[in-house]
């Protein structure tokens, strides 16, 4: 998600959260490092070098790659749990998608997690919340025992673009915030970000008049590690690595739920550049690079 408006540095007030600490989980690519679809066998290889750190991981597409089919074992092999994803995007990606879940998830229910249908479909102008309701709602017609939601900007949930989500009873809402996309120094970086998820949260409870429906939690935040910089914003391992201790140790300390964005580097997407002429690198918002190592300390 790219968001170019600076947002106040001041941090607003935390929203109501639990005591106990958030659950760290990790969005998870389907593809390997030259583009080809990952097996169950690269999933557990996965799962074994996340194990330490979390036991939940998010995807986006059930159909795409046959996620769904190829994750769900590995997860059950692993203990771990997925939130599956469905790409409402066209009526084709929908479809799919929900075929997939139907093929599978009856098979696995206890490595379902969740289902998110949509990824920032309200950021990018693809649906309005009442649209992206009606999506929702058929997923959820179809598995009534599972949660399902969908993941967008932190802004579209604060301006109330999203208000037909939470009137309309959706079981979860992830909240996307990159600092990094906001042109953040990293010495602001993680005070916008509290800030961002603070506002997206605090109107939701608001219209909700509940601390805990919709359930909601940080589907997506991160801080690239090379590349060219975005407005003030400058990738480094360094700087991924502040941001990991104070944005995502301290989101976990409110007892807030934060998928890092992302798992490991996807060498395979396309290199882009920015108007400045500066690379913007979709490929290195791994915490980990391709082969699976750490670029910094994931301990909080």
């Given at each position: ?82 939130l599956l994803g469905v790409w409402p995007d066209t009526d084709a990606s929908f479809a799919a998608d929900k075929a997939a879940l139907q093929a599978y998830v009856p098979q696995y229910e206890d490595q379902v997690y969740a289902i ?47 208000d037909a989500l939470v009137t309309g009873g959706v079981d979860l809402l992830l909240i996307n915030a990159f600092a990094y996309w906001q042109g953040q120094d990293i010495n602001n970086a993680s005070a916008t970000f509290f800030d ?105």
């Amino acid at each position: 998600m790219r968001f170019s408006s600076v947002v106040p540095l001041a941090l607003a007030a935390a929203p109501a959260v639990v005591s106990a600490a958030g659950t760290l989980g990790f969005a998870l690519g389907d593809k390997k490092a030259d583009g080809s679809c990952k097996y169950t066998a690269d999933y557990e290889a996965d799962f074994d070098t996340l194990a330490g750190l979390t036991k939940v991981v998010r995807g986006y597409s059930a159909s795409d790659c046959n996620t769904a089919q190829q994750i769900l074992p590995a997860a059950k092999n692993k203990g771990f749990q997925v939130l599956l994803g469905v790409w409402p995007d066209t009526d084709a990606s929908f479809a799919a998608d929900k075929a997939a879940l139907q093929a599978y998830v009856p098979q696995y229910e206890d490595q379902v997690y969740a289902i998110t249908v949509g990824s920032e479909s309200m950021y990018r102008g693809t649906f309005t919340g009442a649209q992206l309701l009606e999506k929702i709602n058929d997923i959820k017609g179809a598995f009534p025992n599972v949660l399902v939601g969908t993941a967008d900007s932190w802004n579209k949930y604060a301006d109330g673009t999203g208000d037909a989500l939470v009137t309309g009873g959706v079981d979860l809402l992830l909240i996307n915030a990159f600092a990094y996309w906001q042109g953040q120094d990293i010495n602001n970086a993680s005070a916008t970000f509290f800030d961002d998820v603070s506002q997206a949260f605090g109107h939701i409870q608001s219209l909700s008049g509940s601390t805990d429906k919709p359930k909601l939690a940080v589907g997506e935040t991160g801080w690239v590690t090379s590349g060219g910089t975005y407005g003030s914003a400058v990738p480094s391992a360094q700087n991924a690595q502040t941001f990991y201790k104070q944005g995502i140790c301290g989101i976990l300390d409110w007892g807030v739920d934060v998928y890092y964005f992302e798992a490991f580097d996807e060498p395979w997407k396309p290199v882009s550049k920015g108007d400045n002429g500066e690379v913007e690198d979709e490929t290195a918002w791994g915490a980990y690079t391709v082969n699976r190592v750490p670029k910094f300390d994931l301990s909080c």
